[in-house]
């Protein structure tokens, strides 16, 4: 990973609950955007290339992304009381909201209104993806195999349909093999 940029400030384990509880409330579609405005931009808990760092690994996590990254980001500032704090307080409200729409939408499936609701979240969350995955790429904009990698990643993922596990698979030793031999060349 890379080093903080700063040295975060000892957070307390209820801003760290109240903050990611934010998180869920307002990430319709992903919390991986609101998750790096309030971590990196509003917090300053985190610098971009630590925030992209996290989201890597928690690409290789089981489950939701943003659950791994409200364990990592709670773990970094506060160990384990500070993971599960995180945690706790991004899943709460989804919790209880999703599972109420969740049954709500399964018994209106039918319903015009419905489909056309979901029609448009889905183009704003897929808006908000690319917008966040171009803004974690920037940390990495002057790092020529990063952007290779990340041209590889999109166009295996996006064009070549497969899936990511597999793209993980082969461009990760590829892409850990790449940067050691651009290291070595540079020392």
Partial sequence: MAPPTVLPPRVGLGV???????????ASGGGIVWAHRITVDQRRWLGDAEFTDIVSVCQFLPGPNIVGI???VGAKLRGAAGAIAATAGFILIPGIVGFSLGVLCFRHTGMAVLQNTLIGISAAAAGMMIATGLRLLRAYRRRLPALLFAALAFAGIAIGQFPLLLVLLVLTPLSIATVAIVSGRAR
Avoid: D, I, P, R
Avoid at 16 to 26: G, N, R
């Fill in 70 to 72: 409200a364990v990592c």
């Fill in 16 to 26: 760290l609950f109240y903050e990611f509880l934010k998180v869920s409330l307002l």
